[in-house]
Structure formats: structure tokens, C-alpha cells
């Protein structure tokens, strides 16, 4: 074919306006790059190509390159198409009729591109991944998203296809992608190139070569399984050591407890405001004797009357904008960011944190406002050290939880966890344990965590949780929110990590400065029946430990996740592709949240074999199965053999 040359493993195609690059990347994967300055560059973003052997083979009108099961064929005109085992999964739909080019790009004044990859719609496809949102989505099909990062929105641009392949947009520039009736579009705002990965093969496979190309998760630390405790927010050293106490006092293990924001003297300075907090070593040890951790929140803004603000604004390590102030967000005033795609902020933070915090007996931190949050959202009034805001906007998160991960290695730590409220490709390998944000404590946001969280498992983030109850909207002393609570530490009992947190409607006086606490947020805080029943979902996940810390080393190993589609393991069942409201907890369990208000039944399907109610000990097999669920028990099912059930025995008694 004209214009086409083979280079160390790789297709190089030229074509008018445009330079394609075709090369293997990983198991059963092929990275297309096309670049329409018409000069290659090196640029990985976050990707970790992978080598691969490849076969390539050309002919008059096209050239093709098979990496395991996985055919590219290019045409003379640029169009691509690929295969899976023969079959064909993925066409492109060229933008213009003729010889007026495949791709399309859009010079932009910044002398960068705005550019779109269009391929043809295929029947019955169905699209799973793209991180979280409250989108209430199981198939994406037929939708179309912003690629951009908010609360309760974190874009990871990798979608599953049924079709039997994943496909991974390597582009952090803002942007949209559409999966709708008549065709699938994936645009970018910014940018110097179109650059994608195609991954063929199972849920499972797939999910291998991912990890492989964006990073393994470390090994969950032991601590990080069992329970952690939140609020808005715990006032004082005093108060949060009193809830510690009480737990060992109750017999409730407690992994940890969460000092959240404006425990600080000023956003910026990083530290404990010592007039409420006046001893942390202390404050570190004591929690440490009762088995707890400690874990702190810490926000990316900086307020121009913190001590650190004119020397990071001299140095370059805030975010800089194209137009008007460099405060780019509002709370308790303007606020600036820091830029922590820049190296040299990330050694100066960390080093704050760690003199501040982890110095003091502070064991992890929590990244809070990660996207980072922005008012207004205007991506292209940005300048990062990475580039303009536009164009690298999505790897904000991955830089900001990179930081954390550096500066714990530094210091020779290894059991390395971070809270974080978004992430990007590869944010895993740096020991991200996202969440979904600032969510409503509804029975329909529930519904929505459901969804997210598995979405997002398929997207290499294999550490994900909620704020159990909701952030916001949850009055402790209504029986609507008291039923809510219970079904959402049921849920949060099957998630990689049980942390519950909110802001609870506020029937309480404070003299705190800024924002006083909400209503208390502990076991005991939602009924005596209520605390009875939490307190045994508490124990059940103390006892499902080592199953969940087994599953977790698969998940640092494989990549698979804990948390998982029905379709991850039974990809040949066609009624598992359908199911959004019940998954498979690692191997063994299979369980289905009651997500409405009132439900005392559930429908839940059981894929091939033999499953046990955990709850009344019976055999089912498969087919759909309506389960009585009272509040006080769940629909969760082990397969019949496997040795976690033995873990659930106290909750049947119950």
C-alpha cells in the first residue's frame, strides 16, 4: 500500500493532513495514533505500552497488523476497521464523503487541535465503563457524555463493549463522546493527536491487559478492609477521640476515623488548627492504642491569607489562568489551586503534609475537591505545567493523587492508601481509593452508587466506595433516612471499602469558626434497633476480612476487581449484561442491594450452578428468584462449596 512503511514493530501511514501510527501495545492490544501536524511524538500520557509480538501484512489497498486475537486493517484512504477472531467489531465512519479524510481536526488559535474519531454504530452493542456520575445508566448506549471532571463526576474515558473488546481514549483533554443509534463519537476539545487502544478479548482479559497498560493497584493495606468512620464534621480533638472510645467500648472494631476539612487554621496552611486540636502526636497515639487509624482531610485550595500563598504564586505552583484572577474557585472566599501536575508542588505540599500531619502519627490522607472542583467551569481559562486546561484537564486527579504516593514511598512507606474524590487511567497504581462525591442521601441515589461503582470497576479503578447515608439530605432522626442508613451499610458491607460519611441535617448549636459540624453520624446515632442491626453488619465485614483481602490480592495481581459486573464472570449468560442492580463480590458472593424505599422482596437472578442464601441457608439454582428482604437481612448468595459462607452464619441467626 502507498504511503506506508514498517518501522521496529510499528505502521507508519501518511495520508493528506495526517500522520497514522499503528502499534502493538499489550496483550491482544493495538494503539492507533494519528497526528495531524503530520510530526509523531513520544507522548504516553499515562499509558504504559507494553511490547508485543505482531504480525504484519499488506497488500495493494490495505495493511494489517494482528496482535493475538486482535486484527487492524487500514485501508489506502486511512479508514480502519477491527477484528476479533475474524469477526469484525469496530468500522470507522468517515466524517466526509470522497477523499476528504477519515478523521476530523479543527485548528484552534492555541495552534493545537480539536479533533473526533467516528466509527458505525452496531446493533445490539452495548457500552459499560467511563467512570462514575449520577447518570442512573447501566448501557451506555444510546447516551452521550462531557469527558470533563466534577462533583460526582469522574471521567476514566474506557468503555467494555459485548462486542467482546474494551476501548481506551488516551486523551486528558476535555471532551465528549457519544455512543449513540448511528454512530460513536469520541471528540476532544484540545489536543495534538486522536489516540486510542483497542483490547480484545473477556471481561476478564481484558480487564488484565488494562491493568498491564495503566498500572496494578498496590496491596490493599489490612487496615483499609474493615471500617471506617466519618462525619462533617468532628469539631475537636476531644470529639473524635470520644467516638473512638466508645466504639472499643461497644466491641465494634474500628479501623478508622476521618478528620474532616476546616480543621485547619486557613486553606493553604496544612495543619491541625492547634486552639481545637492542640495535641495531635498524642491525639495519633491514643487512637493507635484503640486499633484505629487516622485519616485527614486535605483540599487542593489555597486562600491568598495562607502563609504559603505568596511564595507559591512567586514560584509558579498554582494554577495559572489564560484571563482574570488566578482564584479559581469559591468557598469562604476565592480560592486558588494548586498545580499539582507540576513536580515541584507536589515535593513542596508533601512535604508540608508530611511535617504537619504524617509526622504527628497521621496515617493516611484524604485528597478531597481532587477534580479539582472550579467556579466557573471554564477548562480553557486554565494553564497547568502539563499544558493548558483543556488539553490535559483529566490528569489533574492522577497528578494529585501521584503526590501522596511519591512522597509515601520517600519515606519508605508502603501500605499506601489515599481517599480521593476522582482519578484518571492508571490513578490505581498509586493506591487511589475513590469515592462518588457529594451525593444525596436518597433511596435514588443509592440506585445510582450501584451502577457507578460497577462502571467504574471495569475501568481499572479497583478501589471504590460511597459515603454510606448519602453527604447530604439525611435527617437521623426520620424513619425514612434510619431505613435508608440501613440498606446502604448493607451495600457498603459488599464494597472494597466500608466508610460511612455525611453531612447530617444540622439540630445543633456551634462557636465554631467555620462550618460547624452536622448531627451526629456514629452506629448509635439512628435508633436502638437501628444500632443492633448496623453493629451486625460491622461484625459481618470484620468476618468476611480474609475473603475480601483474597480478591483484593487478585485485584493488585489481575486486575480484576473486587466489585463486579454479573457479566465479568459469566459473559456467556445474556440475562447477566442486563443486570444493574446485583453483582458478584469477588469469586464466591453474589449480592443484590434493596435500593427502594419500602422493598421487602427482591428479584435476583443466579447465573449456572448451585448458590446458598446466606440469610436462611437454602439451595438455589439458577434462573430469577424472588428473596424476602426484611430490613434487618439482605439478598447475598455464596456458592454452594465456598468456604466464605461460614462468615455469614452469625448474620442467619440474626
Not at 493528506?16 to 497526528?35: D, M, S
Not at 452495548?126 to 462531557?146: A, E, M, P, T, V
Not at 451495600?491 to 460511612?500: D, E, K, L, S
Not at 449468560?573 to 453474589?590: K, R, S
Request: proline share 5%; aromatic share 14%.
Amino acid at each position: 500500500m502507498k504511503n506506508t512503511k514498517m518501522q521496529e514493530n510499528k505502521i507508519f501511514f501518511t495520508h493528506a493532513g495526517e500522520l497514522v501510527r499503528i502499534a502493538p501495545c499489550g496483550k491482544n492490544a493495538i494503539r492507533f495514533t494519528a497526528f495531524p501536524a503530520g510530526r509523531a511524538d513520544e507522548e504516553n500520557f499515562t499509558l504504559l505500552p507494553q511490547n508485543a509480538p505482531a504480525e504484519i501484512a499488506q497488500t495493494e489497498r490495505y495493511v494489517e497488523m494482528t496482535v493475538g486475537c486482535l486484527t487492524l486493517r487500514m485501508y489506502h484512504d486511512g479508514k480502519v476497521f477491527f477484528f476479533r477472531d475474524g469477526e469484525k467489531i469496530l468500522e470507522e465512519l468517515p466524517e466526509y464523503a470522497f477523499e476528504n479524510g477519515i478523521r476530523e481536526y479543527e485548528s484552534l488559535q492555541s495552534g493545537l487541535w480539536r479533533a473526533r474519531v467516528t466509527f458505525c454504530a452496531t446493533e445490539n452493542e452495548h457500552f459499560f465503563g467511563l467512570g462514575h456520575d449520577q447518570r442512573r445508566r447501566w448501557d451506555l448506549k444510546g447516551c452521550s457524555f462531557d469527558l470533563r471532571n466534577l462533583n460526582t463526576q469522574c471521567a476514566v474515558p474506557f468503555v467494555y463493549s459485548s462486542l467482546g473488546y474494551g476501548f481506551l481514549w488516551n486523551n486528558p483533554s476535555t471532551g465528549t463522546v457519544a455512543f449513540s443509534n448511528n454512530h460513536t463519537r469520541w471528540t476532544s476539545d484540545c489536543t495534538r493527536r486522536v489516540d486510542y487502544v483497542v483490547i480484545g478479548g473477556s471481561p476478564k482479559g481484558v480487564a488484565e491487559t488494562l491493568a498491564d497498560l495503566t498500572g496494578h493497584a498496590p496491596e490493599m493495606p489490612h487496615w483499609a478492609t474493615g471500617f471506617w468512620q466519618s462525619r462533617l464534621r468532628y469539631e475537636t480533638q476531644e470529639q473524635l477521640l470520644e467516638v473512638a472510645r466508645r466504639y472499643k467500648r461497644e466491641n465494634i472494631p474500628l479501623a478508622a476515623i476521618v478528620a474532616d476539612y476546616f480543621h485547619w487554621t486557613e486553606q493553604g496552611d496544612y495543619r491541625f488548627d492547634p486552639q481545637y486540636w492542640p495535641d495531635v502526636p498524642a491525639m495519633t497515639e491514643e487512637l493507635h492504642k484503640l486499633g484505629t487509624k487516622l485519616v485527614v482531610s486535605v483540599w487542593p485550595t489555597v486562600n491568598e491569607n495562607s502563609e504559603n500563598y505568596e511564595m507559591m504564586r512567586d514560584r509558579n505552583l498554582l494554577v495559572r489562568t489564560t484571563r482574570g484572577s488566578d482564584r479559581v474557585f469559591r468557598f469562604y472566599g476565592w480560592q486558588a489551586l494548586v498545580d499539582s501536575t507540576n513536580p515541584e508542588t507536589r515535593e513542596f505540599v508533601f512535604g508540608k503534609l508530611r511535617e504537619n500531619y504524617l509526622d504527628k502519627g497521621v496515617d493516611s490522607l484524604w485528597l478531597d475537591e481532587s477534580e479539582p472542583e472550579l467556579y466557573p467551569v471554564h477548562f480553557d481559562n486554565l494553564l497547568y505545567y502539563a499544558g493548558r486546561g483543556d488539553e490535559v484537564a483529566l490528569l489533574y486527579p492522577y497528578c494529585h493523587v501521584q503526590m501522596a504516593y511519591d512522597g509515601y514511598r520517600a519515606m519508605g512507606k508502603d501500605d499506601i492508601i489515599t481517599l480521593t474524590r476522582c482519578a484518571y487511567l492508571g490513578s490505581q497504581k498509586f493506591g487511589a481509593l475513590v469515592w462518588s462525591g457529594d451525593i444525596p442521601s436518597t433511596f435514588e441515589s443509592l440506585a445510582c452508587q450501584v451502577r457507578s461503582g460497577l462502571h467504574m470497576s471495569l475501568c481499572g479503578i479497583v478501589w471504590w466506595n460511597t459515603d454510606i447515608g448519602g453527604f447530604y439530605g439525611g435527617d437521623t432522626t426520620s424513619e425514612a433516612f434510619r431505613e435508608l442508613i440501613v440498606r446502604w451499610f448493607q451495600y457498603g458491607v459488599f464494597c472494597p471499602v466500608m466508610r460511612v460519611h455525611g453531612n447530617r441535617e444540622r439540630h445543633i448549636e456551634s462557636n465554631m469558626r467555620f462550618e460547624p459540624s452536622g448531627d451526629p453520624n456514629e452506629l448509635w446515632s439512628f435508633g436502638e434497633e437501628n444500632f443492633k442491626i448496623l453493629k451486625s453488619l460491622v461484625l459481618l465485614r470484620e468476618r468476611l476480612r480474609p475473603y475480601i483481602e483474597k480478591h483484593m490480592h487478585i485485584a493488585s495481581e489481575k486486575g480484576w476487581p473486587v466489585m463486579r459486573p454479573m457479566f465479568f464472570d459469566f459473559p456467556d449468560d445474556p440475562v447477566c449484561w442486563t443486570l444493574d442492580e446485583q453483582y458478584m463480590f469477588g469469586d464466591d458472593i453474589l449480592f443484590a442491594p434493596v435500593v427502594t424505599a419500602g422493598q421487602t422482596e427482591k428479584d435476583v437472578y443466579l447465573p449456572a450452578g448451585e448458590w446458598v442464601h446466606t440469610a436462611t441457608g437454602k439451595v438455589y439454582s439458577s434462573g430469577f428468584h424472588r428473596i424476602a428482604v426484611p430490613l434487618s437481612q439482605f439478598a447475598a448468595f455464596v456458592r454452594k462449596g465456598a468456604a466464605v459462607l461460614e462468615a455469614f452464619s452469625e448474620t442467619a441467626e440474626t
